[in-house]
C-alpha cells in the first residue's frame, strides 16, 4: 500500500512566520521520504471543524505549482476542487500546466463542492446540488476532450466552448482524474464511467471499514452496468485516525483496507502542531512498512 499526505491546515505555531518553510520542509520530506501523493485542500476558507475562515488557507493550484518546483518525485493534486470553482476549459489549462511542469506528476482530483459559507463570502455562485453534479460531468468532459487530438466546440447544457485547444498537453497525454466523495448514485457512477481514481473516507474500527466495503460494492456495480474496468481504478482513501502513535495498529487496519482493495491511504498532520516532525515520523517509520502491506 502507498502513503499520501494531505496537507489540509496550515495552522500550527507561528504560522505567521513559518508557513512557508514548514510547507516546504514537510513537502520535500514526503517527496524523499517515498510518499507517493501530495495533495492540499481547494479552499478559499478553512473548513468549521478545522477552525473556521479566519485559520489561514493557500489557494490550491498556486500551491501545487510551488510543490511541483521543491520536489521531484511525489505526484500531485487536490483533493478535491470544487466544480464551482473554476470554469472548465480554464481547470483544464490549469492542470496541463501543473502537468507539464512536474514532468507527469498531476491528478485533476475533483468533486461536486459543498461549502456554501466561502461561495458566498468571496461572491461565487454556488448552484442546487443536483446542477453542480451536471456540471461536474460535463468539466469532466471538457477535460477530458481539451486532453486529446479534438479541439473542436463542446456544447453543453451548462458550458458551451468554441475551441478547446489546449497546447502543450500533458506528457502523458492525458491526466488522471480523481473524483473524490463516495455518493452512490451520482458520485461513484461518475467514477465508474470517467475516472481512474476514487477517495474515499477510513478511520478505525468496523464500522468505517464496512462502508468502504459497501462503497466499493456499489462502484464495481456501477462499472458492470456501464461495461468498464473496475480493476484499473486507482482506490483511494482519507484516513481519519492516527499512524505514528501505534503503527503496529495502523499497519493491522491498513492489512485490513487493503484486502478490500485500497492501495492508497492518505493522513493529515494534526491542526495546532508542527508538521515536520509528524511527516519525518511518516518517512522513518510508517512508509518502508506500509509499502509491505
Known amino acids: 500500500m502507498d502513503l499520501g499526505l494531505h496537507y489540509f491546515t496550515f495552522t500550527h505555531p507561528e504560522w505567521e512566520t513559518t508557513l512557508a518553510d514548514r510547507f516546504t520542509e ?24 478545522a477552525g473556521g475562515p479566519h485559520e489561514p488557507m493557500l489557494e490550491g493550484y498556486t500551491s501545487l505549482g510551488y510543490l511541483a518546483g521543491v520536489t521531484k518525485n511525489v505526484r500531485l493534486s ?70 486529446s487530438d479534438d479541439d473542436g466546440p463542446f456544447d453543453g447544457k451548462h458550458y458551451q466552448l468554441a475551441e478547446t485547444i489546449n497546447l502543450p498537453q500533458p506528457p502523458r497525454g492525458t491526466v488522471p482524474v480523481m ?31 464496512e462502508t468502504v466495503r459497501h462503497k466499493l460494492e456499489v462502484l464495481r456495480a456501477h462499472c458492470d452496468r456501464l461495461g468498464t474496468d473496475y480493476d484499473a481504478i486507482e482506490k483511494t482513501m482519507l484516513y481519519q485516525g492516527n499512524a505514528t502513535g501505534d503503527v503496529d495498529a495502523f499497519l493491522t487496519d491498513m492489512e485490513r483496507y487493503a484486502a478490500l482493495g485500497i492501495t492508497l491511504v492518505a493522513l493529515m498532520p494534526t491542526p495546532y502542531e508542527n508538521p515536520v516532525p509528524w511527516a519525518t515520523s511518516l518517512a522513518e517509520d510508517v512508509v518502508p512498512r506500509l509499502n509491505q502491506v
Open 26 to 49: 514537510t513537502a520535500q520530506i514526503a517527496d524523499e521520504g517515498g510518499v507517493n501523493l501530495l495533495t492540499v485542500m481547494d479552499h478559499w476558507f478553512q473548513m468549521l471543524h
Open 78 to 147: 487536490l483533493l478535491v476542487t470544487g466544480v464551482t470553482y473554476r470554469r472548465p476549459g480554464l481547470l483544464a489549462k490549469t492542470v496541463s500546466t501543473l502537468d507539464v511542469l512536474s514532468r507527469g506528476r498531476a491528478l485533476l482530483g475533483i468533486g461536486a463542492a459543498w461549502y456554501d459559507r466561502e461561495h458566498a463570502g468571496l461572491g461565487v455562485p454556488f448552484p442546487p446540488t443536483a446542477e453542480r453534479f451536471e456540471r461536474l460531468e460535463e468539466t469532466i468532459q471538457i477535460c477530458r476532450q481539451m486532453w
Open 179 to 209: 473524483i473524490g466523495g463516495g455518493g452512490e448514485q451520482k458520485t461513484l457512477r461518475l467514477v465508474a464511467q470517467y475516472g481512474q481514481a476514487c477517495n474515499l473516507f477510513g478511520a478505525p474500527g468496523d464500522e468505517a471499514l
